[in-house]
């Protein structure tokens, strides 16, 4: 018998080589990377050298490793009602409802409900079906570099063919329309003299039947609901340009097509505000939520939905569900997480941090030639990584920086300690830096330090 408490790293990577599916995302990297523990920013592998992590839980741990109020929270479900069938009410289902409802109350002026369940992209097959009862169409208007999620059915929503590959989907695949990326506009034009050249384009596809989108005699159309993430997230933290939500929603408002705003990634303050839509003024009819909602302690998630789409007539008993849909360590932990929202003051400790973090970025662009792009909204933000040209995307760099963090053979104040990044993007050759969000100056200057040495490294 193994000694767990002594099992290496090797005869652990020996078991998952052969008990493990290979089918999740470990198996991208040619050595995957064990580690043992984690506190705040940090993750610590076996030798216990600490790593700097700029990508908590791909956003779902957004208020730091082990946090000791969330944790408390947990262990005294765990202690009273940690089990109970969902079909019984109780309190902390009811309290975080409660304020969920009154956040998006306060924020949008519209009274709603939530429904939960389990995972993001149940959260999202959730709130179609709650789109397709309220407008009996069956298809989505998605962003090109949109992700929500890789079930069947969203990977019809999500943009990347690959998901769709070898899996197919079920239902409608989206209408996929280009995503307002200015530094490299689909279009080719400039950002500052476009004028939303981009949802101009978008609203000319409704002038004539024979563009597949709209009977003009009637005004009705085949796609009632528009899908979208305000910042891509998995699209590599690409923040749309101001003002682009406000002239989107007048076209989708026009031609009465649903907003379903999707804060998987980008909700709980990753962006400055609870929802990351906040910040481009607009209101959805529709808020997917998931991963920091718990601080990645539960995969508790759901969805908000304006009462005339939500309300008992309209989407009765029955109509989402699992057995594990509003788990009561999950709720209790969200309801932990809401709690320290309303107490804190992360509307402006974020936008603070965030441009001190952008600032350092901007420095490192400077130094570097291989950047070619830094920018971001909050505590959501990216650098591209480009060839000599200044514009051909690097994702050859880009992996091998991320490979190189995770030697955690870097040095900072004289100790030993590694970096944890993730990619994502069009081209994969986005660094995408999603930090705690109670990262110190102190953290901050130390990130900057590491890839100003990584990338000098890898160059
Ligand atoms: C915006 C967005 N939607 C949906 C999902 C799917 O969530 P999950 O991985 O929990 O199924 C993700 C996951 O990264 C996401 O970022």
Redesign the pocket.
């Known amino acids: 018998m193994i000694d767990l408490d002594i099992i290496t790293d090797k005869e652990l990577l020996e078991k998952d080589a052969k008990y493990c599916s290979f089918g999740d995302t470990v198996h991208y990297a040619k050595e995957p990377k064990v580690f043992h523990n984690c506190e705040g920013s940090y993750m610590y592998d076996s030798k216990d050298v600490p790593y700097l992590d700029l990508q908590m839980y791909?956003s779902a741990a957004n208020f730091g490793y082990k946090n000791k109020r969330i944790i408390d929270a947990v262990i005294d479900q765990m202690n009273t009602l940690p089990q109970i069938t969902p079909k019984y009410v109780h309190k902390y289902k009811v309290l975080l409802s409660e304020k969920l409802c009154k956040a998006c109350e306060a924020r949008f002026h519209e009274e709603g409900r939530v429904n939960f369940n389990v995972?993001?992209?149940?959260a999202?097959e959730d709130a179609i079906k709650l789109v397709r009862k309220a407008t009996k169409r069956n298809s989505f208007f998605a962003f090109q570099g949109g992700?929500?999620?890789?079930t069947v059915a969203?990977t019809a929503l999500s943009s990347n063919f690959k998901y769709r590959e070898n899996y197919g989907h079920y239902g409608d695949r989206a209408y996929f329309i280009p995503f307002p990326y200015c530094f490299r506009c689909p279009y080719d034009k400039k950002c500052d003299s476009c004028d939303f050249y981009c949802v101009k384009h978008f609203e000319k596809q409704f002038d004539s039947e024979y563009k597949g989108l709209i009977d003009p005699s009637t005004n009705e159309t085949e796609f009632k609901a528009f899908i979208g993430?305000p910042v891509l997230?998995?699209g590599g933290y690409i923040n749309a340009p101001q003002g682009y939500f406000k002239e989107l929603k007048k076209v989708l408002d026009k031609y009465g097509i649903m907003f379903v705003d999707?804060e998987?990634?980008m909700g709980f303050y990753r962006t400055g505000k609870l929802w990351s839509i906040e910040n481009y003024d607009v209101v959805p009819d529709v808020i997917?939520f998931?991963?920091s909602l718990t601080n990645g302690m539960n995969?508790l998630?759901g969805f908000w939905a304006k009462e005339k789409y939500i309300n008992p007539e309209q989407f009765p008993p029955g109509s989402a569900h699992s057995t594990f849909c509003s788990n009561p360590i999950g709720v209790r932990a969200g309801y932990e997480v809401m709690s320290m929202i309303e107490e804190e003051n992360f509307d402006e400790t974020i936008p603070e941090k965030g441009k001190y973090f952008l600032e350092g970025l901007q420095m490192l662009k400077a130094k570097h030639k291989s950047i070619g792009d830094v920018g971001g909204l909050g505590l959501a933000l990216r650098a591209e990584l480009v060839e000599e040209d200044g514009i051909s995307p690097n994702k050859t760099l880009c992996a091998k920086v991320l490979a190189e963090g995770l030697k955690g053979d870097l040095v900072y104040n004289g100790k030993k300690c590694g970096l944890i990044l993730h990619n994502g993007g069009f081209y994969k050759n986005i660094i995408t830096f999603v930090p705690n969000l109670y990262i110190t100056r102190e953290e901050i200057n130390m990130a900057i330090d590491l890839l100003d040495e990584l990338l000098t490294r890898c160059e």
């Open positions: 791909f995972g993001g992209a149940q999202v992700y929500h999620g890789k969203t993430e997230g998995t999707d998987i990634q997917t998931a991963k995969p998630s």
